[in-house]
């Protein structure tokens, strides 16, 4: 009735119940209250971030940027995809809300797989196996159980391994500028995100690549990277 654009605008309510939950129900950290009077006194968190710890924040920059770059070809490209395939709408609705519901499901479990195995196997497992059920995928778009079932798959673990960037990046940051250093290394991350459609367009371009290999391959590379700088980070569990 309101056309699709006011699907945007159903957010707005939750978002104002949440805020209005954390004002008025959520207590600030202890730790957080205890350096209070320090940085009154004119410790400015976003200085010391980069003046104490230059090394370890850039690492966690790059990090964030690749975590961000591996799950974005699918989750920024996938509907158009399947839109260049000219498939029925009730057969790309079907396909993005699995793998909508298969993202809630990789989130709820990431928790859990990053407590028993430790961060850095979790993150790298959710990637590797979602990676090749993207392969998966592509290669049976047309077969309608199997793109069901590696939609699924791959939305809980590429994109479901984002729950545990987190976690990761909150116990690699010390207490005096978590907050900070989370604002700021979490959101440069994005970038990665942003930029990730327009380089995977650019290469199938480039290389002459069908859509949905072009993504699959991309997705594959990224996720490589990914693995790669992963292996580098500090394991944090305990």
């Known amino acids: 009735y309101f056309g699709r654009r006011a699907i945007f605008f159903v957010g707005i309510v939750p978002a104002i119940l949440l805020g209005l939950f954390i004002v008025f129900l959520v207590d600030e950290s202890p730790v ?9 006194a004119g410790d400015i968190p976003a200085i010391t971030l980069f003046r104490r710890y ?14 961000f770059l591996s799950d974005w070809p699918i989750l920024g490209l996938f509907p158009s995809y399947l839109k260049s395939l000219n498939l029925s709408t009730a057969y790309v609705a079907s396909l993005t809300a699995t793998a909508s519901v298969g993202q809630i499901v990789g989130y709820l479990c990431a928790g859990v797989i990053a407590q028993r195995f430790g961060r850095k196997n979790g993150t790298i497992f959710m990637l590797g196996v979602g990676a090749v059920f993207v392969f998966v995928l592509v290669f049976e778009i047309h077969n309608f159980m199997l793109a069901e079932m590696a939609s699924f798959v791959s939305g809980a673990l590429l994109v479901g391994a984002a729950a545990i960037r987190g976690t990761m990046l909150t116990e690699n940051l010390p207490t005096e500028v978590r907050a900070s250093g989370f604002g700021f290394v979490y959101n440069f991350g994005s970038f990665g995100g942003g930029l990730a459609p327009f380089f995977v367009l650019s290469a199938i371009q480039y290389f002459d690549m069908g859509f949905g290999s ?10 490589a990277f990914a693995i790669v700088v992963v292996l580098f980070a500090r394991e944090t569990r305990g």
Not at 32 to 40: D, L, N, Q, T, V
Not at 54 to 67: D, E, H, Q, T
Not at 214 to 223: D, Q
Request: glycine share 10%; with cysteine.
């Open 214 to 223: 072009g993504l699959a391959v991309s997705t594959a590379i990224a996720v």
């Open 54 to 67: 230059p090394g370890r924040v850039s690492f966690l920059c790059i990090l964030m940027l690749v975590l």
């Open 32 to 40: 957080w209250k205890a350096g209070a009077a320090k940085r009154a």
